[in-house]
């Protein structure tokens, strides 16, 4: 295949190194790609009044592909007080760059895999009769709608009076009329029918492509009841093309219970963008947690890849490094499988397998220490000899 172009974002914190660390294995695998590094995060928020530049969103538009490795993101109120003196008092309005790259580009299919790997420490157990135990292998994939929903970015602190009058024609508002509009702060949950479609429609596939007995609707219909009703409504309809797929449906809050009990029972789960962002951290938490969370932002004509952990910046300083560059490795898998390289994507996850069964090199977060430089001495690896024997394996 011909050499790939892939837009690098490493971002903030540990993003710098755990992308490096994906790199190297891609490398090894025999992967060929020309890496472009652009900017993006906290850096360009407080010295431009943007994290998410223009030249890196025009690297995107030409390469269709990235990498990306973790951003720092904080309150309105603080982010403002960070901006470069000359910057203050000018308009600028801090906004995640990851959520901006996914509406500008309309990444609107999020999938995050959450698999156990046999032999990790930190995989859930549960008991059983007596005083036994058993740990349940969780194969669990989340499609969750990536633009829209909660995370839509429609809200307002003292909302304008157009937008009050607007809103008190919905009887509810009733119970609000007395609040000053100051007092008022509002999300927006909006959904449109296609973008229900079109997630329902890639969970659907996905589950019946690789065998999946399951798609599971992870919503709210019995309160939040016109968006989580639209989308049970729709998935109903396209559960008709898919009938040896069992369709089944799960509260948000039920589903963080029961995927304690039976998590071994289910296969795709599709949710909105809060649900699904919530459902996807819960069952990471399942087979491992952030160090093993990857996850693929797809369009019709961009994708890019992260680990759903943040920058954690009080690691990057480090030296050496000691966080668990694991589900950064697995979001370039990710990318192989996106672009069409199925069999290098298999090797990797075949690689880390192995090392995680072996059990000879572990991060902290798997011998379940508090990190810090000393973790090093109770046995714990580094961020390059966890990617060296992930290299050596393959």
Not at 88 to 105: A, E, N, W
Not at 122 to 129: D, E, K, S, V
Request: with cysteine; proline share 6%; glycine share 10%.
């Amino acid at each position: 295949m011909s050499k790939r172009t892939v837009v690098k974002m490493p971002g903030d914190g540990i993003g710098k190194t755990v992308i490096e660390e994906a790199i190297r294995v891609l490398d090894a695998i025999g992967f060929e790609a020309e890496y472009i590094h652009s900017d993006i995060g906290w850096e360009f928020w407080v010295t431009e009044g943007n994290p998410l530049p223009q030249r890196t969103l025009d690297l995107l538009e030409k390469h269709k592909l990235g990498l990306f490795g973790a951003i720092t993101s904080k309150p309105k109120d603080q982010a403002a007080k960070e901006l470069s003196p000359e910057l203050q008092g000018k308009g600028h309005v801090y906004y995640s760059p990851i959520v901006g790259l996914r509406q500008h580009f309309n990444l609107d299919v999020c999938m995050r895999p959450c698999k156990t790997f046999k032999g990790n420490p930190l995989n859930f157990i549960r008991r059983t009769q007596g005083d036994g135990f058993e740990e349940p292998e969780v194969d669990v994939v989340v499609f969750r709608q990536n633009t829209e929903g909660l995370y839509g970015g429609v809200e307002w602190t003292n909302p304008p009076p157009e937008v009050r009058k607007a809103l008190e024609t919905h009887p509810k508002m009733a119970n609000f009329k007395s609040t000053p509009s100051e007092d008022l702060a509002i999300s927006t949950r909006i959904y449109t029918r296609g973008a229900c479609q079109r997630i329902l429609e890639e969970g659907f596939k996905y589950a019946k492509r690789f065998g999946y007995k399951s798609v599971t609707i992870c919503e709210k219909p019995n309160v939040i009841r016109e968006t989580s009703g639209m989308m049970r409504e729709e998935g109903r309809k396209i559960h008709k093309n898919y009938p040896d797929i069992a369709l089944w449906e799960t509260n948000i809050d039920a589903q963080m219970m029961w995927m304690t009990k039976n998590p071994e029972d289910y296969g795709v789960v599709v949710s909105g963008n809060m649900f699904g962002d919530i459902v996807s951290d819960g069952f990471a938490g399942l087979v491992g947690g952030l160090g093993f969370a990857c996850s693929a932002n797809i369009g019709k004509d961009c994708a890019i890849f992260e680990p759903t952990h943040g920058s954690a910046p009080k690691y990057q300083a480090l030296d050496p490094s000691i966080v668990n560059p694991i589900a950064m490795i697995l979001s370039s898998a990710m990318m192989l499988d996106h672009i069409g390289e199925e069999d290098k994507a298999k090797r990797i996850r075949d690689a880390i397998s192995a090392v995680v069964s072996e059990g000879k090199v572990r991060a902290y977060d798997m011998l379940k220490l508090k990190g810090g430089p000393d973790v090093l001495k109770q046995g714990a690896a580094t961020t390059g000899q966890i990617t060296d024997a992930i290299i050596a394996k393959l």
